[in-house]
Structures are given as C-alpha cells and as structure tokens.
C-alpha cells in the first residue's frame, strides 16, 4: 500500500451516510463551499487523480507535483477534521470516473468549475442529474457585477470593471474618492530594479513523505513530461500556502510596486508574490490575500498595485472568458476551435509524437482567434534551444525549471518575440498552459490570446503589447551579457518596425499607436527595407533551432 493511502487510512472516519461533495485539483480549500459551513462528520469528499488528464498536454513536472502533492495532503487534512474521504484514481474524463459513484452514493454537489475544460466534461453528469453545480465561493465578483462594471461590451475595459469594484466594495476608497485621489499609480510603479533593495530569495518548503511519494511517481510514471523537478520548491500543504503567504507578505509585498514591471536575471521573481499557483487551486484564496494586504501598513503603490492585480486582472479575465464561452464566441467572429489539444510544438521540438490518450467525447482543444492573421509555428527555442537573445534563453531556461517567470517577462518578452515574428496565438497559449505551474484554461487564455498576443483584437485590451529592444534595455538587465547592442543591432527593433509595417492596414486607426505608426512612417526606405530583411531571417533562424548571431544578420 501506498504512503498515502496508508495515512489516509489511519485518519478515514465512517464512510456511511455522508452528503457527497466532488472537490475538483483547484478548488482545494475549507474556508468556502460546504467544506466551510457544515459539520465535517456529515460530509464525504471524492477527489480524483487523472493520468488522463495529465496527458493531454505536455505539463510541466513541477505542475504535476505541485498538483499531486496538494491533492493528496487536502485529503489528509479533510480526513483529520473528520471529513470522509473517497480518493479515486482514474483514466479517462472525470465524467467517466463520478458516474460510479453517484449510482453507489447519489447526487453530489460541487462549486461552479473553474476550467471551461473540466465545464465541459462535466456537463452530461449536471445535464443527468448526478451533479448538482452549486456558486464557486473562491470568486470575489459575480458575472452581473461584471457586466454592470466593464461596460456594455464587448469590447470590455479592466480599468472600469476595477473602478466600478472598487466603489462597490469601498476596497481602497475614502468615500466616494479613491485612496490617494486617484485609481492607479502605474507613474510610480514602473522603476527598473538596479540591484538595490535586494530582493528575497524564493521559499523553500519542507519535504515529507507524501511529497516526497509524489516525486518517485513522477519520476517512474510521469518522467517523459518536460521540466525539471524540484520538490523542495512544492507547497503542498495547507501549512505551506500559510508559509508562502507569509514570506510574500514580508518580503515581497512592500516593495512590490515600485519594481513590479522590472526584470532581472539576478532574481526571477523580485518582488513578485508567487502565490499564483496556489491562489489558482483555491490554497490561498483571493478573499483571504486581498483582506490582509488591505490591513497591511504598506506605501499605497504597492497596496494598490497588488490589489489591482487579484481584485482588477484576475477577476476581470475570468469574466471574459465566461462571456465568450472560452473565446468560441467574439464579436469579430467566431473563430475555428481545435479538436483536440495542442502540444504547443513538443513534438517537433522533441522529435517525436506526444504520447497522448485520446477518447471519444473528450474536450477540444480551445478557439483559435488570430486577429493578426499570425500562424508560424512557435520555434525550438521555446523549448530551451538557444536563440542567442539572452532576454529569451535566461526567461525560458527559468521556466523549464521551476515553472515560473512573473508578468512582464512573460508579456514583454516572451509574448513580445512571439507576436513580433507573427507565432500562431493558439500555440503559444497551448506553450504557456504546459509551462507555468499557474495556468488553467480561464485565465491562460485571456492572457495569452487577449493580452499577450492581440489575437481577440481590441475585445478586452486597446493595444497590441509589441516593443523593440529599448524597453527591454530600460526595465532590465538582460541586455548587459547579450551578444546583441539593444542600442545598435538588436533584431527586437527591427521586428518591432517590421510587425508596424506588416499589419498597418489592421493597426494604423489604432489610436494608442498613432505615435508609433506616425514614426513609422517617417522611418526611411532603407531602415524599413533592413526591418523587412532581419524579420525572415529571424523567424527562419528561429523555427530552424539555430542560434542568431549578430555577424549572421543581414548587411545594411
Ligand atoms: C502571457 C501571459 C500569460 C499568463 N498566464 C497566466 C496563467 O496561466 N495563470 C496565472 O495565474 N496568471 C497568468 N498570467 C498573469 C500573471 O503573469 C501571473 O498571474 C503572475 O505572473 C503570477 O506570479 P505572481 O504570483 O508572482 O504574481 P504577482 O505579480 O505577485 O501578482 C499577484 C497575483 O495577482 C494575480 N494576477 C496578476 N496579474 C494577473 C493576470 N494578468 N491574470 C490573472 N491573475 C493575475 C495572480 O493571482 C498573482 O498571483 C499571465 C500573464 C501573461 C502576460
Ligand atoms: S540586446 Fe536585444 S536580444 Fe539581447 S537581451 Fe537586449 S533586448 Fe534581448
């Protein structure tokens, strides 16, 4: 028998007359839902580990570990409060593996899903009567406020939907006027980190035997999935999120404004929280981290620059993905959707096919906008080949080991480059859904497909976020050990121009690149000939997994 489920045995209670919950890998909290408010000895929770699930798509280890080990220690400590515990291992849709049970235990309950994926598996059980959906508590606004704050869109606006929740709540208001006479602080929030303060080191996390399991299993089942595996960096217990909270509240929080746009390749994280993956499995939740930094005694750039983050984005970019049904339903049209999912290029990368187990009836593989027309596929060094850009090698090789690189590299590199040499939006959100131990379908695809790409068009942001190397060279330091000039030959210049030429006739009424396009155009005929020679050469260098080298750009 295994450690776990000689542990869960010792804690089990009486499995007799319970009211039955499903409780899903991200929702794995007791201070919501039923778990919250009656008596554990009248309830039993099913929690379900899918190999299936797993390989739809190419996850990252840590991912998986991070998810295994949480699972399993949620259902450790629901047994301890005395909750009845059924863990079930399956091999196909969760569907599949509930319909047992509610022949054998009746209906159970289960907050909203969060995945449109897991909605979707889910709805001939709900549609059957053996699964009765009650409210996700985990959120802190409803689709209605929703609707009412973000405008009569689409297109929809962050900055209203914040605004409108923030007067509603009161939350970093003084009466009717924001806290410090104005909603944002984004002038103040955007230094560049030069080496001072320093930044705290990440967190580490007491190993035990139930992580410590997980590891052995990833590595004898799961050991053909990318990434490295670290399960010292896991929090996996409901002690461990109190762990990380704590250090983010120290360490990260006060200074988290002043340098939240700031990259480095002498700290991944600087001030970044970290907390998005256990917020997204409903370890932290948002209720909880918003009240405490409301009662922390910190500058209020920080203050609200986090709670525009959790209270603004997070909530913001679920609703969307609610109203558009996952980006099926846009106003510019609805777009193709994938049969099943991508394996964000894996197999050309790796030579070989992802071993995935498809079955009739599985969930597809998510809508395919693509507002700039952009399909190329997303190159080898996405992977961890190198591409002679240090911004991108340093960023990728961080994510391939733990999992994590905070907002703006993944939007101001990564999707930068991604965009600038026209990748297809579909793949590099399938990229960043294996990559980032954070990602789940409702908040990947608003940031990739809206955010990071403009692949919705202007249906939830009014620009596409494209730059060239200057501001990489501003809020970095990564331009410091490139073999490229940011000020002389850096290609990200040239691509910048070029994606400005190459899609005028979309952007050019835009009105937040009015400045851009007027420069554009006053570029000269031999500059914008170079931009539309190193644009080729850089994609082809690229998707061919060779290194770009600045001798090997084109001549002037
Ligand atoms: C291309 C791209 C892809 C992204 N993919 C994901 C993803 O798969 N999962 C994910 O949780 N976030 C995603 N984000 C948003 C954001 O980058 C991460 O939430 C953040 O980097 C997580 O690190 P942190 O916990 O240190 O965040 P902090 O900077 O400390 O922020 C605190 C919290 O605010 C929330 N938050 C901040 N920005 C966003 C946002 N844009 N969307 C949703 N929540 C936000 C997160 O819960 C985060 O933990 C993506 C952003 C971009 C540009
Ligand atoms: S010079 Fe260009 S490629 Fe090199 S790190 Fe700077 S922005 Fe990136």
Same mark, same amino acid.
Request: proline share 9%; charged share 25%.
């Given at each position: 028998?295994?450690?776990?489920?000689?542990?869960?045995?010792?804690?089990?209670?009486?499995?007799?007359?319970?009211?039955?919950?499903?409780?899903?890998?991200?929702?794995?909290?007791?201070?919501?839902?039923?778990?919250?408010?009656?008596?554990?000895?009248?309830?039993?929770?099913?929690?379900?580990?899918?190999?299936?699930?797993?390989?739809?798509?190419?996850?990252?280890?840590?991912?998986?570990?991070?998810?295994?080990?949480?699972?399993?220690?949620?259902?450790?400590?629901?047994?301890?409060?005395?909750?009845?515990?059924?863990?079930?291992?399956?091999?196909?849709?969760?569907?599949?593996?509930?319909?047992?049970?509610?022949?054998?235990?009746?209906?159970?309950?289960?907050?909203?899903?969060?995945?449109?994926?897991?909605?979707?598996?889910?709805?001939?059980?709900?549609?059957? &009567?053996? =699964?009765? +959906?009650?409210?996700?508590? *985990?959120?802190? $606004?409803?689709? %209605?406020?929703?609707?009412?704050? !973000?405008?009569?869109?689409?297109?929809?606006?962050?900055?209203?939907?914040?605004?409108?929740?923030?007067?509603?709540?009161?939350?970093?208001?003084?009466?009717?006027?924001?806290?410090?006479?104005?909603?944002?602080?984004?002038?103040?929030?955007?230094?560049?980190?030069?080496?001072?303060?320093?930044?705290?080191?990440?967190?580490?996390?007491?190993?035990?035997?139930?992580?410590?399991?997980?590891?052995?299993?990833?590595?004898?089942?799961?050991?053909?999935?990318? &990434?490295? =595996?670290? +399960?010292?960096?896991?929090? *996996?217990?409901? $002690?461990?999120? %109190?762990?990380?909270?704590?250090? !983010?509240?120290?360490?990260?929080?006060?200074?988290?404004?002043?340098?939240?746009?700031?990259?480095?390749?002498?700290?991944?994280?600087?001030?970044?929280?970290?907390?998005?993956?256990?917020?997204?499995?409903?370890?932290?939740?948002?209720?909880?981290?918003?009240?405490?930094?409301?009662?922390?005694?910190?500058?209020?750039?920080?203050?609200?620059?986090?709670?525009?983050?959790?209270?603004?984005?997070?909530?913001?970019?679920?609703?969307?993905?609610?109203?558009?049904?996952?980006?099926?339903?846009?106003?510019?049209?609805?777009?193709?959707?994938?049969?099943?999912?991508?394996?964000?290029?894996?197999?050309?990368?790796?030579?070989?096919?992802?071993?995935?187990?498809?079955?009739?009836?599985?969930?597809?593989?998510?809508?395919?906008?693509?507002?700039?027309?952009?399909?190329?596929?997303?190159?080898?060094?996405?992977?961890?080949?190198?591409?002679?850009?240090?911004?991108?090698?340093?960023?990728?090789?961080?994510?391939?080991?733990?999992?994590?690189?905070?907002?703006?590299?993944?939007?101001?590199?990564?999707?930068?480059?991604?965009?600038?040499?026209?990748?297809?939006?579909?793949?590099?959100?399938?990229?960043?859904?294996?990559?980032?131990?954070?990602?789940?379908?409702?908040?990947?695809?608003?940031?990739?497909?809206?955010?990071?790409?403009?692949?919705?068009?202007?249906?939830?942001?009014?620009?596409?976020?494209?730059?060239?190397?200057?501001?990489?060279?501003?809020?970095?330091?990564?331009?410091?050990?490139?073999?490229?000039?940011?000020?002389?030959?850096?290609?990200?210049?040239?691509?910048?121009?070029?994606?400005?030429?190459?899609?005028?006739?979309?952007?050019?009424?835009?009105?937040?690149?009015?400045?851009?396009?007027?420069?554009?155009?006053?570029?000269?005929?031999?500059?914008?000939?170079?931009?539309?020679?190193?644009?080729?050469?850089?994609?082809?260098?690229?998707?061919?997994?060779?290194?770009?080298?600045?001798?090997?750009?084109?001549?002037?």
């Amino acid at each position: 028998m295994s450690i776990f489920r000689a542990e869960l045995a010792k804690r089990q209670t009486d499995l007799v007359g319970r009211r039955w919950l499903f409780i899903p890998y991200d929702q794995l909290s007791d201070s919501i839902g039923p778990l919250a408010r009656e008596d554990p000895k009248t309830l039993g929770i099913i929690l379900v580990e899918n190999p299936w699930k797993a390989a739809r798509r190419p996850y990252h280890k840590q991912k998986l570990a991070l998810i295994l080990a949480n699972l399993r220690h949620f259902a450790l400590e629901q047994a301890a409060r005395g909750v009845a515990v059924r863990h079930l291992v399956a091999q196909g849709p969760y569907r599949k593996a509930l319909e047992p049970l509610v022949s054998e235990l009746g209906t159970m309950r289960m907050m909203g899903p969060a995945e449109r994926e897991l909605c979707a598996d889910l709805q001939p059980l709900v549609d059957a &009567g053996g =699964l009765e +959906l009650i409210p996700h508590e *985990g959120w802190l $606004t409803t689709h %209605d406020e929703f609707r009412v704050g !973000a405008g009569e869109g689409p297109p929809w606006r962050m900055d209203f939907f914040y605004r409108y929740v923030r007067r509603k709540t009161g939350i970093l208001m003084k009466g009717a006027k924001p806290a410090g006479g104005k909603y944002g602080f984004d002038r103040e929030n955007r230094l560049p980190w030069k080496g001072n303060p320093r930044p705290p080191a990440p967190p580490t996390f007491p190993l035990d035997p139930i992580k410590e399991e997980v590891g052995r299993l990833i590595q004898s089942k799961f050991n053909h999935h990318p &990434g490295s =595996l670290d +399960l010292s960096a896991v929090p *996996g217990t409901a $002690t461990d999120a %109190d762990l990380l909270w704590s250090w !983010a509240k120290r360490e990260c929080l006060p200074l988290f404004g002043p340098y939240e746009d700031a990259m480095s390749t002498r700290s991944r994280s600087l001030f970044h929280t970290r907390i998005s993956s256990l917020i997204n499995i409903n370890r932290l939740l948002p209720d909880r981290v918003v009240k405490d930094v409301m009662g922390m005694d910190i500058p209020l750039p920080s203050k609200e620059g986090f709670i525009r983050q959790v209270l603004g984005w997070r909530e913001f970019l679920h609703h969307i993905h609610v109203a558009t049904d996952g980006f099926r339903e846009i106003p510019a049209g609805n777009p193709p959707v994938a049969s099943e999912p991508g394996d964000a290029g894996y197999s050309r990368w790796a030579g070989k096919p992802w071993p995935s187990k498809r079955l009739p009836g599985d969930p597809d593989g998510g809508a395919k906008p693509s507002f700039l027309g952009d399909g190329t596929p997303l190159p080898p060094a996405f992977w961890g080949e190198k591409s002679g850009f240090h911004c991108l090698d340093r960023i990728i090789s961080d994510v391939w080991t733990e999992g994590y690189s905070h907002h703006i590299t993944r939007l101001m590199v990564l999707c930068n480059l991604a965009t600038l040499i026209g990748v297809s939006p579909r793949e590099l959100t399938d990229w960043f859904w294996v990559a980032y131990t954070d990602a789940y379908d409702w908040v990947v695809e608003p940031n990739v497909l809206g955010m990071g790409t403009f692949a919705v068009g202007e249906l939830m942001t009014t620009k596409p976020y494209v730059s060239g190397a200057a501001y990489i060279l501003r809020m970095s330091d990564y331009c410091e050990r490139c073999a490229f000039d940011p000020k002389a030959n850096c290609p990200f210049t040239n691509l910048y121009w070029a994606f400005l030429a190459r899609n005028e006739s979309l952007l050019r009424y835009n009105p937040r690149l009015r400045m851009p396009m007027v420069s554009l155009r006053r570029r000269s005929v031999g500059r914008r000939q170079y931009d539309q020679a190193v644009f080729p050469m850089v994609r082809d260098t690229l998707l061919s997994g060779n290194v770009i080298k600045p001798e090997k750009l084109p001549e002037m």
